[in-house]
Structures are given as structure tokens and as C-alpha cells.
């Protein structure tokens, strides 16, 4: 069966498609990339010829209403504009993305658009939900092509069934989209405003192709037996600079929480998302108290050069001690002379100094910027990433109304789902919603996290009941999650903040308190104090309480772990 379908896969890539359509077919884009469809009567154009995946290649699991999985491996290397791609991560709402997880959702952005996610590839970009339906697969032969196919998969809320496939071709580098079945239309309609999307995208998002958005035009519709190719110039004088600062302190730029008197080491990562070959260019780095935007903190280094296409991780030379708890804002800004794209030069990330017993929170509100809520069954949540272990969960916050009372689930679950999602259900618990306050929920027993992160989350089954808080004016923390029959990244964590608030204290150590306790000479050593001085994360003190900087005589002395916890280590 697979030699058969390699052989049909040759087949696909052998039109000659250099030249420029007489009728029919779009573009080019500011790159060169041209479409054609089988409904373009001029040579070249595609011919329908679906090739099914369903049970040959790998099942793709865990998709809902609007969520995003992977990355998965294209099993080679993509000429994609003009850098090469080799994994994608895929969206239930018909797409894929080069090395971008972000979720795309209802309302859908035409391409290109420089608002994540970026470097999409999208047949069927609009409100699917493979959670009631349908199945999701890919087939890779490790060579020179890959097959995204979707099967039967429903429109959110109105049925009908779609089946269409996404065949990337490394040969001739092309882009082909076939449409097997195509029944029924999304909610709200096929020109309903950011209805869908069908089209591909570049990393930045400023240079794409679009061949249908919102149900325009409206002879670009999908139709069953439709083929489209997506395919690049022979060759291009498009010249871009770009240094794009990619992340800040983690993969996500997702906000941090930072133990008050803890040594930061501020760190990100650049990349060069142009064509050319960047030189002699500085990173800045800037800490800044909120919201005020009082700088506590800058510093600047100087990279010599970075190919096209290259990521560089960068640490910076300065440490951070913060000494008052609060907001603060982390900035990473890239200074390439000449720089063509300016709106990715720089990220901001989210840091909040605290310390035990305390909130975790990424607003400070007393009322909310608006309410939010879904049109069906859902709920928000957060996560939250403790700077100390173990670190106990007393009470979870969550601002909400509801215009009757409404019952939520009230969940702490742990982040060890694929890709640090919500998994492990650690505590479940209802309440009521009715009035627009602070609900406050006692844990009982108290949650206690040793490593990693958890979320906090409200889910409720009643439409359109409760609504949530969110912080829509100041710094995101990308880390609000929303639930529509699964979780998922919210579509708009970039811009807002749910309120749902975690208050969380230290687990006790043996004593709180520095304690002397008198042993008999005769009893045995624990190590010497030489040895302990080697370990990371200790401070020691002598019997009067002061902190030993260096090997001193046998006796008793006291440790200290950064962590909070004080033990008794008697040396001889």
C-alpha cells in the first residue's frame, strides 16, 4: 500500500508551474508564492486526487473544540519561503504552524497577519471540533513527503462533516490542499465575520497568501473534488533583515514568579528571520518596575553574527536581586541596523516578586476589565509555575458572575499533560456563582506541589453562565488557558489575563525557628563541615547564629535551605 502511494505522490509534483496564469489562480505575494485550483482553467492547474492516510499514517490524539497539539515531524527538511521547516504543530481548527503552538480560534485573522499564530498553513482554517468526530492523521516517508489529512471532522455546533488533507511536497517545494467532502458550513455562516480562513502564512506573519476569508470570494469557497497549489518562485530578489527577539526567560515568554531576594539570571533567545546574514548587532535588556515602568535593571551585549534562519540563546551578564515584592516586566529588544520588521523586535514577559505566605496572581484588580463567557459549556483557568518547593495550595480566587446561580467545578490539576498542559486532576471541588465578587475556595485538605506547575481552573456546564474576569490593559502573563470540551491555550492569552488566583504558603520544615540542641560527644557525625560548604542551596550558621563563610573548628552547627526549611547537622 505505501509503495502504491509513493508512486501517485511522484505524480503529484511533476506540472510545470513556471509561468504566469492566463485565467484564474492568485498572487503573487510580497515573496512570490503563487496559488492555482483545479477549477483554474489554464496549464498547470491541479488535478483532484485525494490519497487517504486513514489508517496508514499515525492517529493524531487529544484534539477538542479549539486546541492545539504536537509538534509533530514533517520527517524532513521544508524549503518554506525561504527558510526550511521540518515540524508543525496542529490546530483542531483545520491548520498547521511551523514551530508556533499558539491557538488559533473563532474569530479567524485573514494571512498574513503578524498576530500569532504565525507560519500557518491553513485549508480549513474555522471553527472544527474533532472532539465530536471524525479523526485527524499524518503520514510522513521520511524523504520527501508529508500528509496531514483531516477525516470527517464536524463544524463546531452545527455538524456537517469535512474531509481535506494537506500534501507538503520537498521535490518542487509545493503546497496542496484537496478537499474530499465538504458538507454543511461553520456557525454563524461562510461570510460571517472571521468565519474562516484558507491560505498560508510566513514566520513573521507580513508575507502570505490568501485564497479565502470569511467566504470570500465567494467563488474560492470549498467544495468537494477541489484541489489548490500553493507554490514558490523559481527564484527572488526579496530581501529581508530581520532580528526577531523569540522568547524571553522561557520557550513561551509566559510570565514568572520570582522569590523575593532570589539571584535571576535574565536570559532569551534571537533569531534571525530574514535572508541575510546579520552583523554586529546588540540585545538590550531592561527590568522595569510595574506599572510604572521604572527601569531597576539594564543591560546589553553584542552578537557578531547569525545566519539566516539561526536561533541564539543569550544570557546576560547582570544578575537580578529583587528586594520588594510586586509587578516587574522583563524586556528583550533586538537593535539590528536596518531591521525591516520592528514589530518583533522586542517581547515583553511578565515577573511577579513574592514570597510565602502569599497570592500567585498576574493581576492586581480589585474589579475586572470586563467579563467574560462562552456561548456553550466552558471555563477558564490559569497556571501557575511556584519559585520555591513544596510549595501548599490553601485557597484558590476566581472572580466570576453569573446572572443566577450557577454551579462550576472548581479544579487544581498538574501541568504534567504533553507540552506542561493541564493533566493529573489534584483537586476537584463545586461552588456556586450568582453575584460578581471574589469567590474564595478553602483546600481542604491542602494541595502541595514539589516540582513543576499547576492550573487552577473553573468549568461550568451551563451556557453562557458564569462570566469571568480578565485583565485585558495590563502585561500578559500568556498563561490563561480556557476550556471548550478540552483545554487549551485562551486565543487571546497574549492580550488578557482570567482572574483566578492561587494563595499558597510554605510547607514546614523540622523547626521555624534556629533551635540549639545539646547531643553527647559520643554521638555520631553527619559529614564534615568541609563537605557540606560543596553543596548548592545551603547556608551555614554556627551556634550563635552567625552565617560560616569558611571551614571552622568541630562543633555544632545549623543549616539553612534556600527553600525556607531549617535542619540540625552536628559535626564533630
Known amino acids: 500500500m505505501i509503495n502504491i502511494l509513493l508512486v501517485i505522490l511522484i505524480s503529484l509534483s511533476s506540472n510545470n508551474l513556471s509561468f504566469t496564469p492566463s485565467f484564474g489562480g492568485g498572487g503573487p505575494d510580497a515573496y512570490g508564492y503563487r496559488w492555482l485550483d483545479s477549477d483554474t482553467t489554464c496549464p498547470g492547474a491541479p488535478t483532484f486526487n485525494w490519497i487517504s492516510i486513514n489508517g496508514i499514517g499515525t492517529r493524531i490524539t487529544g484534539l477538542a473544540d479549539d486546541n492545539v497539539v504536537g509538534p509533530f515531524p514533517i520527517g524532513f527538511d521544508f524549503p ?80 456537517g462533516m469535512n474531509s481535506f488533507q494537506i ?38 506573519g507580513q508575507v502570505g497568501l490568501s485564497y479565502m476569508h470569511a467566504g470570500l470570494p465567494d467563488y474560492n469557497l470549498p467544495h468537494a473534488n477541489l484541489a489548490i497549489i500553493f507554490f514558490p518562485p523559481e527564484s527572488t530578489n526579496y530581501i529581508v533583515n530581520d532580528m526577531a527577539c523569540w522568547y524571553v526567560m522561557n520557550e513561551q515568554s509566559e510570565g514568572i514568579f520570582i522569590y523575593q531576594g532570589d539571584t535571576v539570571l535574565l536570559k532569551g533567545a534571537v533569531k534571525n528571520t530574514g535572508n541575510r546574514p546579520a552583523n554586529n548587532f546588540k540585545v538590550y535588556c531592561w527590568v522595569r518596575s510595574m506599572p510604572a515602568g521604572t527601569i531597576v535593571l539594564a543591560d546589553t551585549l553584542t552578537i557578531e553574527t547569525m545566519n539566516p534562519g539561526e536561533i541564539r540563546e543569550v544570557a546576560f551578564n547582570r544578575r537580578w536581586v529583587p528586594t520588594s515584592t510586586g509587578q516587574f516586566a522583563i524586556d528583550i529588544k533586538t537593535g539590528l541596523t536596518g531591521d525591516m520588521v520592528p514589530n518583533n523586535d522586542q517581547i515583553r514577559l511578565e515577573a511577579r516578586v513574592v514570597s510565602y505566605p502569599g497570592e500567585l496572581r498576574y493581576e492586581d484588580l480589585a474589579s475586572p476589565h470586563g467579563m467574560w463567557a462562552w456561548n456553550g459549556p466552558g471555563g477558564y483557568g490559569a497556571h501557575f509555575v511556584p519559585p520555591r518547593y513544596p510549595c501548599r495550595i490553601t485557597q484558590a480566587r476566581i472572580y466570576a458572575s453569573a446572572t443566577s446561580a450557577t454551579p462550576i467545578s472548581v479544579l487544581i490539576l498538574k501541568d504534567n499533560g504533553p507540552n506542561n498542559s493541564p493533566g493529573e486532576t489534584l483537586y476537584i471541588t463545586q461552588t456556586t456563582i450568582s453575584t460578581q465578587q471574589w469567590y474564595n475556595i478553602n483546600i481542604s485538605p491542602a494541595v502541595v506541589i514539589n516540582e513543576g506547575g499547576f492550573f487552577i481552573g473553573g468549568i461550568s456546564n451551563v451556557a453562557n453562565q458564569p462570566s469571568f474576569g480578565m485583565d485585558t490593559a495590563n502585561t500578559p502573563s500568556r498563561r490563561t488557558w480556557e476550556y471548550t470540551t478540552g483545554w487549551a491555550k485562551y486565543r487571546t492569552a497574549d492580550k488578557h489575563d482570567v482572574m483566578i488566583r492561587a494563595v499558597v504558603e510554605m510547607v514546614p520544615g523540622v523547626e521555624e525557628e534556629i533551635t540549639i540542641m545539646p547531643v553527647r560527644k559520643s554521638e555520631r557525625s553527619i559529614m564534615k563541615l568541609s563537605e557540606l560548604k560543596e553543596l548548592k542551596g545551603f547556608e551555614i550558621f554556627n551556634a550563635h547564629g552567625q552565617k560560616v563563610l569558611k571551614a571552622e573548628k568541630v562543633g555544632i552547627y545549623f543549616v539553612k535551605e534556600r527553600t525556607d526549611y531549617k535542619k540540625i547537622v552536628i559535626l564533630h
Open 80 to 159: 518554506y519561503y525561504w527558510y526550511r521547516v521540518n515540524r508543525f504543530y496542529l490546530g483542531s481548527n483545520g491548520y498547521i504552524a511551523f514551530d508556533d503552538n499558539f491557538l488559533s480560534a473563532h474569530p479567524f485573522q485573514n494571512v498574513p497577519n503578524p498576530n500569532r499564530p504565525n507560519n500557518i498553513v491553513a485549508p480549513l482554517m474555522c471553527d472544527l471540533d474533532p472532539g465530536r468526530g471524525g479523526s485527524v492523521w499524518y503520514w510522513t516517508n521520511n524523504r520527501d513527503t508529508c500528509i496531514i489529512e483531516f477525516d470527517s471532522v464536524p463544524f463546531w455546533n452545527t455538524g
Open 167 to 204: 500534501i507538503l511536497s520537498k521535490n518542487d517545494s509545493i503546497i496542496r490542499f484537496q478537499y474530499l467532502i465538504q458538507v454543511g458550513q461553520p456557525y454563524g455562516g461562510w461570510q460571517s465575520t472571521g468565519s474562516s480562513t484558507i491560505g498560508i502564512e510566513n514566520v513573521v
